[in-house]
């Protein structure tokens, strides 16, 4: 179905085409099937997928809301080489139900903002989204629904750990991200603000909105609500495809914006018809995955804010950032708005708004505008990287 879907595309769609087969691909070489007895083998979270990639081993890692992962491993891939100096590391975080492959297959490229010839990129894969450690893959009694909550902060001092144990760096030249990526972002440039010297947080906010949480809540239910969820306790991820499927129309409202859907831009990646969009691009990109891994990961994207740093002050938090900070917004985000964004970025010192013009909403960070998205990207990137800090 793959090359079909592809091969229909015209030349001027190449590059759309590119998102889709790199989206969407995982689930079809996994064949939409994961075992989710803990410590299982999954086809779709498996370096075939979404490596090459390492692990690097943090060992019993205390969180921040108590509990602790035992043995927690960090997966991880870089581009590039470090320097002598130490001083050209960039930093990707990873978003709600994403990995480091689709950055590393569309956002990385000799010539571009994010170029392996110039610098030393690391892209690390958040707790819980299936590469590092999560729910479905750590053994004995600490897996699946008894696996501890996790807060973005323990994702970022756990990847401070990594970079600066292995590598010794001390400095990092940017740090960047999309959505919960950005939410990482925001966290890294408050917590070691001599480190950071620059950060782009994407679509993505430093304290999650009562309204951005509200849809993540419902896309726990829409999960919840399959009696194969059984508590967490399940199976295997075909006994909440009911739910999996639920959560991926959910975002086909959320995530795309009303426009986008209005004009039937699904039509420009290869699709005859809306529920053929939403069956074979959006549920195809959801049923693969583990449910009590997307769990742990909205539960933290819910609860995300820098201001915890500051006793709940998020203007003292922000205050902090030593950082250049682009804010990136996408015009017609639904779930981070644009004046959102704003708001936090008039609170940051040093900080401009870069707004990235998108008919595609929230979703526009899986590039499904091509170039035109694209270009916009690395033109700020490239802006950031060469002003002086």
């Not at 581009?79 to 100096?85: E, I, P, Q, S, T």
């Not at 053929?276 to 959801?286: E, L, R």
């Not at 201001?307 to 639904?334: C, E, N, S």
């Amino acid at each position: 179905m793959m090359k079909t879907l592809v091969g229909k595309r015209s030349a001027g769609k190449k590059v759309s085409g590119k998102i889709v087969k790199s989206l969407i691909i995982a689930a079809l070489s996994a064949g939409g099937v994961v075992s989710a007895q803990a410590d299982y083998k999954s086809e779709y979270y498996s370096q075939a997928v979404h490596g090459p990639y390492q692990l690097y081993k943090i060992g019993d890692f205390a969180l921040e809301d108590g509990g602790t992962i035992r043995d927690l491993q960090l997966a991880y891939t870089t581009h590039g080489k470090l320097n002598r100096a130490k001083d050209n590391a960039i930093l990707i975080c990873t978003w709600y139900s994403g990995t480091t492959k689709f950055w590393e297959q569309n956002y990385i490229g000799k010539g571009r903002a994010l170029d392996p010839d110039k610098y030393f990129i690391i892209l690390i894969n958040q707790i819980g989204n299936g590469l590092s450690s999560s729910p479905h893959n750590t053994p004995g009694t600490g897996g699946m629904a008894k696996f501890p909550h996790v807060r973005i902060s323990d994702d970022v001092r756990a990847q401070y750990k990594l970079i600066t144990e292995k590598w010794g760096i001390k400095e990092l030249a940017l740090v960047v991200g999309g959505s919960m990526g950005a939410e990482q972002t925001w966290e890294w440039a408050v917590r070691y603000p001599d480190m950071v010297k620059r950060a782009a947080p994407i679509a993505g906010t430093a304290r999650t909105t009562p309204q951005c949480a509200a849809f993540s809540r419902t896309l726990d239910e829409a999960r919840q609500s399959d009696p194969g969820f059984n508590g967490g306790n399940y199976k295997s991820n075909t006994d909440v495809q009911a739910g999996l499927r639920r959560e991926a129309a959910l975002w086909t409202v959320f995530g795309w914006a009303p426009e986008w859907l209005k004009q039937e831009k699904w039509r420009t990646l290869g699709f005859s018809s809306l529920e053929d969009f939403q069956t074979n691009f959006m549920d195809a990109y959801f049923v693969p995955m583990d449910p009590n891994d997307l769990m742990n990961n909205a539960w933290k994207w819910q609860r995300a804010d820098v201001g915890r740093q500051t006793g709940g002050d998020l203007a003292a938090a922000l205050g902090r950032i030593k950082a250049k900070v682009f804010v990136m917004p996408i015009a017609t985000d639904h779930l981070f708005p644009v004046a959102d964004c704003a708001a936090e970025q008039k609170l940051t010192p040093n900080s401009e708004l870069r707004v990235i013009n998108s008919l595609a909403g929230h979703l526009g960070l899986f590039g499904v505008d091509g170039k035109a998205y694209f270009d916009q990207v690395d033109l700020h990137l490239k802006e950031l990287l060469n002003s002086p800090v």
